[in-house]
């Protein structure tokens, strides 16, 4: 073996063997019977089933929104395009909890009380928490999509208009279709991170039990207040849930990279 | 039925100049051009991709410059066939609402692959594929963006004799884009070659193979004797010892061509006009016919058919005697 391969492959095993012990620990930690606790813990229920509510509600949402800007993002050019995506990517590159304080800030507000005439409230409520995974995951998932809507050339559009297509059918019947993995494989990611959602989350909707309780805030709850046990089975459920989440995406990308 | 008058289209990299063209009902009309010189995006915009700067598209008696490009009636076969690779060969012909004609799918020998998709399809296939899908939408011109580029030679030629059959059989008046001039010269009625945007010359296959109108024109067709000489009555002076008759007149700087199958090579001189003395240089086997350069002062560039060269038995140095018929000198 090359000489530059076998110091490359040394880093590698050491990174590998950072993540597995890290995870490993936590499995270690875990009893079957902590686990069966956990499992049937009222307040774990509530942080399961609100964090797949509120992170498919978030999901759908960023799709409403992600797709039609994505399209557009791939197809019109115009001045300043480069720096409306950059603000697209804002949410990338801050820290979440940064993100998160800037719309604590803004909702805190005569913003947020002109909202909260109309009855929307995002500060410490259930919309906090959609509000704080939407804006987290649609950069993800335009992204994706913008990839995935740039790759179908514009001549198939094209050939759809003379089949008498109008744009409409064009985008529906031909351009998204063509797409439909790209958008999928961008849709899990975002589906996931939504799921893991903590730092914006946080400091929108706050920590409340049973309230903006989704699984990260389960787990900081739990540690918070010291019941480790219920900390490990929520993270071992999540790792699980998290390596069933890698393989279908990788399958997914595996298979669109392939068509 | 197809008229385009002054069609100027500015795409930066890419432009029309002044196209003006008439086809008539029925034709078989091909742009001949090389890579770059405009002739895909020619037909881009007659279909209806790019709206013009300036001019008119007329088809049918309809200006149709500004319409939809479905509602321009025409039928476009592109380079790369466009197949929607998610759809079976049946809905690729029937998007949009177009009716699976059995007269077309009979005539293009498609009826086996209709449940197939794309990537199951041979490149012959694709191709039927995508004729039909131009064709069952009864199209008034069809327009055909170098459809056997990607074709093996021994499928092109099949494809060629189908679309001879497909224009007969359907009486359509057909727009074929190509840089191949072979291609050109087997299925057009007319010729238009195309260089930077601009038709150079508009004529019958005879008309552009015999007498081009421009230097890009020889050269694109093949005419290797090209020469730059001046005109003195009806000879051209193109050097010293080196002057061609001509059957018209010139009295300017000009450009001479001869082709290469016009230049005769024979064991002596026999006191004929544009009589030359030479030495060959260089013989090529080109298969069914010989090329050799013959050495006059200037190389000029002869074709013989195989069987008159084995006749001959000409070899590279030998002394030869080459005629030019003043009637195949071509100024230009």
Excluded at chain 1, 34 to 52: D, H, M, N, P, Y
Aim: charged share 25%.
């Amino acid at each position: 073996m090359k000489k530059i391969n076998v110091i490359s492959s040394i880093f590698l095993i050491i990174f590998i063997l950072i993540i597995v012990s890290g995870v490993a620990s936590l499995f270690s930690k875990t009893g079957l019977q902590g686990l069966k606790e956990t499992l049937v813990s009222r307040e774990f229920l509530f942080a399961v089933k609100f964090s797949i509510i509120t992170s498919l509600i978030s999901l759908l949402l960023s799709l409403i929104f992600s797709i039609p800007m994505a399209y557009f993002l791939s197809r019109v050019n115009f001045p300043l395009k480069q720096f409306v995506e950059g603000v697209i990517d804002i949410p990338i590159f801050l820290p979440p909890l940064i993100t998160g304080l800037s719309f604590l800030i803004l909702f805190g507000g005569g913003f947020g009380e002109f909202l909260g005439r109309f009855g929307i409230t995002f500060l410490f409520s259930p919309l906090g928490v959609i509000f704080a995974q939407f804006i987290i995951i649609t950069p993800y998932i335009e992204r994706s999509a913008e990839i995935a809507f740039f790759k179908v050339s514009k001549r198939y559009e094209f050939m759809g208009k003379i089949m008498g297509l109008s744009d409409f059918d064009v985008f529906r019947k031909i351009v998204f279709p063509l797409s439909k993995k790209g958008i999928l494989t961008g849709a899990i990611i975002g589906w996931s991170r939504a799921i893991g959602e903590f730092g914006a989350t946080l400091m929108i909707a706050g920590a409340t039990r049973m309230k903006t309780e989704t699984l990260p805030i389960y787990v900081y709850l739990s540690v918070s207040s010291g019941n480790i046990k219920f900390a490990i089975g929520a993270g071992v459920l999540m790792v699980i849930v998290a390596i069933l989440i890698l393989f279908i995406v990788r399958g997914v990308i595996k298979e669109n990279a392939y068509h | 039925m197809l008229i385009i008058e002054d069609l100027n289209l500015d795409l930066g990299n890419f432009s029309l100049k002044s196209i003006d063209v008439h086809i008539k009902k029925g034709e078989y009309f091909t742009i001949l051009g090389p890579t770059g010189s405009g002739k895909t995006l020619l037909l881009e915009t007659i279909s209806g991709r790019f709206r013009i700067d300036k001019g008119k598209i007329i088809i049918g008696g309809e200006r149709v410059d500004h319409l939809h490009p479905a509602k321009r009636g025409i039928g476009y076969v592109p380079q790369d066939y466009l197949l929607f690779p998610h759809m079976t060969v049946r809905e690729n012909i029937t998007i949009g609402g177009a009716c699976l004609k059995d007269e077309v799918i009979k005539l293009l020998k498609i009826e086996r692959i209709l449940d197939r998709y794309p990537e199951n399809l041979s490149g012959g296939e694709k191709q039927r594929v995508s004729l039909a899908r131009a064709l069952v939408r009864n199209p008034k011109i069809l327009l055909l963006d170098e459809p056997t580029t990607a074709l093996d030679p021994q499928i092109k030629r099949k494809i060629w004799l189908e679309l001879k059959k497909i224009k007969k059989d359907l009486s359509l008046t057909i727009v074929h884009v190509t840089h191949d001039f072979e291609e050109a010269l087997f299925l057009s009625d007319r010729i238009g070659v195309i260089n930077k945007g601009r038709f150079e010359q508009i004529g019958t296959p005879t008309e552009i193979f015999r007498r081009p109108k421009s230097r890009f024109v020889a050269e694109f067709v093949e005419i290797e004797n090209i020469f730059k000489g001046s005109g003195e009555g009806h000879y051209i002076i193109i050097k010293p010892g080196f002057k061609l008759k001509t059957k018209e007149e010139f009295h300017d700087d000009v450009f001479v061509a001869v082709r290469p199958e016009d230049v005769i090579i024979k064991m002596r001189k026999e006191g004929r006009e544009n009589e030359f003395e030479g030495e060959i240089v260089e013989i090529a086997n080109r298969g069914a016919f010989y090329q050799i350069e013959v050495y006059i002062g200037v190389s000029l560039v002869s074709l013989m058919p195989r069987r008159d060269f084995e006749r001959m038995n000409f070899k590279v140095g030998d002394m030869v005697a080459i005629e030019i018929n003043p009637e195949e000198v071509h100024v230009f």
